[in-house]
Protein backbone atom coordinates (compact mmCIF):
# COMPACT_ATOMS: atom_id res chain seq x y z
CA UNK A 1 0.00 0.00 0.00
CA UNK A 2 1.17 3.17 -1.01
CA UNK A 3 1.67 6.22 1.35
CA UNK A 4 -1.20 8.06 -0.07
CA UNK A 5 -3.32 5.45 0.42
CA UNK A 6 -2.14 5.04 3.98
CA UNK A 7 -3.01 8.66 4.15
CA UNK A 8 -6.34 7.75 2.66
CA UNK A 9 -7.38 4.96 5.05
CA UNK A 10 -5.98 7.10 8.52
CA UNK A 11 -7.79 10.36 7.76
CA UNK A 12 -10.87 8.21 6.94
CA UNK A 13 -10.68 6.44 10.23
CA UNK A 14 -10.33 9.54 12.21
CA UNK A 15 -13.47 10.91 10.48
CA UNK A 16 -15.32 8.05 11.44
CA UNK A 17 -13.65 8.15 14.80
CA UNK A 18 -16.75 8.22 17.43
CA UNK A 19 -14.62 7.87 20.43
CA UNK A 20 -14.49 10.92 22.85
CA UNK A 21 -13.03 11.78 26.17
CA UNK A 22 -15.27 12.83 28.23
CA UNK A 23 -13.07 15.47 30.43
CA UNK A 24 -11.39 16.91 27.61
CA UNK A 25 -14.96 17.75 25.62
CA UNK A 26 -16.48 19.06 29.40
CA UNK A 27 -13.12 21.50 29.67
CA UNK A 28 -13.79 23.13 25.90
CA UNK A 29 -17.34 22.95 26.23
CA UNK A 30 -16.82 24.95 30.07
CA UNK A 31 -14.59 27.28 28.71
CA UNK A 32 -16.55 28.61 25.92
CA UNK A 33 -19.71 28.70 28.70
CA UNK A 34 -17.76 31.05 30.85
CA UNK A 35 -16.56 33.02 27.92
CA UNK A 36 -20.38 33.36 26.63
CA UNK A 37 -21.38 34.16 30.01
CA UNK A 38 -19.01 36.88 30.76
CA UNK A 39 -19.71 38.53 27.99
CA UNK A 40 -23.27 38.50 28.07
CA UNK A 41 -22.75 40.12 31.47
CA UNK A 42 -20.45 42.68 30.32
CA UNK A 43 -22.75 43.96 27.28
CA UNK A 44 -25.42 43.93 29.64
CA UNK A 45 -24.16 46.25 31.87
CA UNK A 46 -22.67 48.33 29.34
CA UNK A 47 -26.26 49.28 28.38
CA UNK A 48 -27.16 49.29 31.50
CA UNK A 49 -25.39 51.52 32.74
CA UNK A 50 -25.45 53.92 29.80
CA UNK A 51 -29.59 53.73 29.93
CA UNK A 52 -29.03 54.16 33.53
CA UNK A 53 -26.93 57.92 32.77
CA UNK A 54 -29.61 58.70 30.27
CA UNK A 55 -32.07 58.34 33.11
CA UNK A 56 -30.30 60.48 35.35
CA UNK A 57 -29.64 63.20 33.08
CA UNK A 58 -33.21 63.03 32.56
CA UNK A 59 -33.93 63.78 36.05
CA UNK A 60 -31.85 66.53 36.15
CA UNK A 61 -33.36 68.25 33.49
CA UNK A 62 -36.84 67.92 34.46
CA UNK A 63 -35.91 69.10 38.14
CA UNK A 64 -34.45 72.10 36.62
CA UNK A 65 -37.55 72.85 34.34
CA UNK A 66 -39.73 73.16 37.28
CA UNK A 67 -38.31 75.98 38.46
CA UNK A 68 -40.84 78.21 39.56
CA UNK A 69 -41.00 81.30 38.03
CA UNK A 70 -40.13 83.47 41.21
CA UNK A 71 -37.18 81.39 41.93
CA UNK A 72 -33.92 81.02 40.58
CA UNK A 73 -30.77 78.44 40.44
CA UNK A 74 -27.31 79.35 41.24
CA UNK A 75 -24.07 77.54 41.33
CA UNK A 76 -24.47 76.09 44.68
CA UNK A 77 -28.05 74.19 43.00
CA UNK A 78 -26.32 72.98 40.00
CA UNK A 79 -23.25 71.35 41.84
CA UNK A 80 -25.89 69.97 43.96
CA UNK A 81 -27.49 68.60 41.01
CA UNK A 82 -24.50 66.76 39.81
CA UNK A 83 -24.27 65.31 43.15
CA UNK A 84 -27.65 64.05 42.72
CA UNK A 85 -26.52 62.77 39.60
CA UNK A 86 -23.60 60.85 40.90
CA UNK A 87 -26.03 59.44 43.35
CA UNK A 88 -28.57 58.12 40.82
CA UNK A 89 -25.86 56.67 38.29
CA UNK A 90 -23.66 55.34 41.28
CA UNK A 91 -20.71 56.69 39.77
CA UNK A 92 -17.34 56.07 41.33
CA UNK A 93 -15.73 58.27 39.04
CA UNK A 94 -15.46 62.26 38.99
CA UNK A 95 -17.99 63.16 36.51
CA UNK A 96 -19.49 66.95 35.04
CA UNK A 97 -22.61 68.61 34.01
CA UNK A 98 -22.94 71.69 32.53
CA UNK A 99 -26.84 73.27 32.12
CA UNK A 100 -26.93 76.05 30.00
CA UNK A 101 -29.55 78.38 29.50
CA UNK A 102 -30.48 79.71 25.48
CA UNK A 103 -32.66 81.53 23.64
CA UNK A 104 -32.91 82.22 20.30
CA UNK A 105 -31.80 85.99 18.92
CA UNK A 106 -33.60 87.24 16.12
CA UNK A 107 -31.30 90.09 15.13
CA UNK A 108 -28.10 88.13 15.10
CA UNK A 109 -29.78 84.91 13.88
CA UNK A 110 -28.14 82.72 16.20
CA UNK A 111 -28.51 81.65 19.78
CA UNK A 112 -27.93 83.36 22.97
CA UNK A 113 -26.66 81.98 25.86
CA UNK A 114 -28.44 83.58 28.74
CA UNK A 115 -26.32 81.86 31.37
CA UNK A 116 -24.17 78.78 31.29
CA UNK A 117 -22.46 76.55 34.33
CA UNK A 118 -20.43 73.86 34.73
CA UNK A 119 -19.02 71.40 36.93
CA UNK A 120 -15.68 69.76 37.58
CA UNK A 121 -13.15 70.65 35.02
CA UNK A 122 -16.03 71.52 32.00
CA UNK A 123 -16.36 75.48 30.79
CA UNK A 124 -19.49 77.07 30.22
CA UNK A 125 -20.87 78.23 26.78
CA UNK A 126 -21.08 81.89 25.69
CA UNK A 127 -22.50 83.54 22.38
CA UNK A 128 -19.59 82.06 20.36
CA UNK A 129 -18.84 78.61 21.56
CA UNK A 130 -23.13 77.98 21.80
CA UNK A 131 -22.63 78.29 17.90
CA UNK A 132 -21.16 74.79 17.66
CA UNK A 133 -23.73 73.11 19.34
CA UNK A 134 -26.38 75.08 17.01
CA UNK A 135 -27.42 71.78 15.09
CA UNK A 136 -28.75 70.00 18.16
CA UNK A 137 -30.56 72.65 19.48
CA UNK A 138 -34.39 72.55 18.49
CA UNK A 139 -35.83 75.93 16.40
CA UNK A 140 -37.17 78.60 19.19
CA UNK A 141 -38.90 81.67 18.50
CA UNK A 142 -37.52 85.52 18.76
CA UNK A 143 -36.94 85.53 22.36
CA UNK A 144 -37.62 81.98 23.59
CA UNK A 145 -35.94 80.21 26.00
CA UNK A 146 -34.72 76.44 26.21
CA UNK A 147 -32.33 74.75 29.07
CA UNK A 148 -29.72 72.40 27.52
CA UNK A 149 -28.60 69.54 30.26
CA UNK A 150 -25.28 67.80 29.33
CA UNK A 151 -24.00 64.82 31.44
CA UNK A 152 -20.31 62.91 31.24
CA UNK A 153 -19.63 59.88 33.27
CA UNK A 154 -16.78 57.29 32.92
CA UNK A 155 -17.91 53.65 32.05
CA UNK A 156 -14.92 51.36 33.04
CA UNK A 157 -15.79 47.48 31.61
CA UNK A 158 -15.27 44.61 34.46
CA UNK A 159 -14.04 42.32 31.44
CA UNK A 160 -12.06 42.79 28.77
CA UNK A 161 -13.95 41.01 26.00
CA UNK A 162 -13.79 44.18 23.69
CA UNK A 163 -15.84 46.74 25.19
CA UNK A 164 -13.21 49.82 25.67
CA UNK A 165 -13.67 51.78 28.61
CA UNK A 166 -15.59 55.10 27.23
CA UNK A 167 -17.29 58.16 28.03
CA UNK A 168 -21.16 58.35 27.84
CA UNK A 169 -22.76 62.00 27.74
CA UNK A 170 -25.75 63.36 26.96
CA UNK A 171 -27.42 66.48 25.50
CA UNK A 172 -30.57 67.69 26.80
CA UNK A 173 -32.45 70.17 25.24
CA UNK A 174 -36.04 70.60 27.54
CA UNK A 175 -38.65 73.73 28.05
CA UNK A 176 -39.21 75.63 31.08
CA UNK A 177 -42.32 74.45 32.55
CA UNK A 178 -43.72 77.61 35.41
CA UNK A 179 -41.59 80.46 33.67
CA UNK A 180 -40.26 81.63 30.23
CA UNK A 181 -37.03 81.21 31.36
CA UNK A 182 -34.94 79.60 34.43
CA UNK A 183 -33.36 82.80 36.05
CA UNK A 184 -30.00 82.51 37.64
CA UNK A 185 -28.85 84.24 40.70
CA UNK A 186 -25.17 85.27 40.70
CA UNK A 187 -25.53 86.51 44.49
CA UNK A 188 -24.19 90.15 43.92
CA UNK A 189 -26.80 91.93 45.44
CA UNK A 190 -28.89 92.21 41.93
CA UNK A 191 -31.79 90.55 41.05
CA UNK A 192 -31.81 87.28 39.88
CA UNK A 193 -32.38 87.50 35.97
CA UNK A 194 -32.67 84.99 32.80
CA UNK A 195 -29.57 86.74 31.23
CA UNK A 196 -26.69 88.05 32.93
CA UNK A 197 -23.05 90.41 31.99
CA UNK A 198 -20.55 87.41 31.45
CA UNK A 199 -18.28 90.37 31.51
CA UNK A 200 -18.79 91.84 34.96
CA UNK A 201 -17.98 88.54 36.49
CA UNK A 202 -16.41 85.87 33.85
CA UNK A 203 -15.60 83.52 36.89
CA UNK A 204 -19.48 82.55 37.09
CA UNK A 205 -19.44 80.98 33.55
CA UNK A 206 -17.02 78.74 34.79
CA UNK A 207 -16.69 76.28 38.16
CA UNK A 208 -14.20 73.76 38.50
CA UNK A 209 -13.62 71.37 41.78
CA UNK A 210 -9.83 70.28 41.31
CA UNK A 211 -10.69 67.32 39.28
CA UNK A 212 -9.56 66.37 35.70
CA UNK A 213 -11.35 65.10 32.69
CA UNK A 214 -9.63 64.48 29.34
CA UNK A 215 -12.41 64.81 26.98
CA UNK A 216 -13.17 68.26 27.99
CA UNK A 217 -10.55 69.83 26.21
CA UNK A 218 -11.97 68.35 22.81
CA UNK A 219 -15.80 68.58 24.27
CA UNK A 220 -15.28 72.33 25.04
CA UNK A 221 -14.01 73.53 21.69
CA UNK A 222 -16.00 71.32 19.43
Not at 17 to 42: H, K, N
Not at 142 to 154: F, K, L, Q, R, W
Request: net charge negative; glycine share 6%.
Amino acid sequence: MSLLSRLRVTVRRFGEDRRGSMPTEGVIAATFLIWWYAASFQIFDAYKQKNINLKAAYTVADLISRVPAEESVDEAYINGLNTLFDYLTFSRVPTWLRVSSVFWNDDTGQYNVGWSLATGAAIGYDNVTIQNQAYRIPILATGDYIIIVESNMAYEPIFNIGINAQWYTTFIPTRPRFASCVRYDRHDGSNPACIYDTAIDSSDNSHTDGTSDPTVASDSSS
